[in-house]
Nanobody, 119 residues
Framework: VQIAEESGGGLVQPGGSLTLSCTVT????????MGWFRQAPGKKRELVAA????????EVAESVRGRFTISRDNAKNSVYLQMSNLKPEETAVYYC????????????WGQGTQVTVSS
């Protein structure tokens, strides 16, 4: 499995919204859990949201709960992150990542997509 592309990032004002997309390639990507991670300048990469195979379960970090929604479309081999009410401190590079489960992640990363929240 590989991350073909992460897209949808950009510049948005505080309180604004963005939807990120991630396209996965390889043999049957649907068998993998998928997660969105982010890394802000000077900070460690952190898990933002995760979705299990076949969307059986979803986990969302407490800091973004109620504002971010993760979803997947296995027919399109894609994972999405809908983000609303964005805050300046959420400026970061956002990455998607496959895993055997929502707690066991593979060391596979894409190029990421930059999200900048600024007025």
């Amino acid at each position: 499995v590989q991350i073909a592309e992460e897209s949808g990032g950009g510049l948005v004002q505080p309180g604004g919204s963005l939807t990120l997309s991630c396209t996965v390639t390889g043999t049957n990507p649907a068998v993998y859990a998928m997660g969105w991670f982010r890394q802000a300048p000077g900070k460690k990469r952190e898990l933002v949201a995760a979705i299990a195979q076949h969307s059986r379960s979803v986990e969302v970090a407490e800091s973004v709960r109620g504002r971010f929604t993760i979803s997947r479309d296995n027919a399109k081999n894609s994972v999405y992150l809908q983000m609303s009410n964005l805050k300046p401190e959420e400026t970061a590079v956002y990455y998607c990542r496959p895993g055997f489960s929502t707690s066991v992640w593979l060391d596979i990363w894409g190029q990421g997509t930059q999200v900048t929240v600024s007025s």
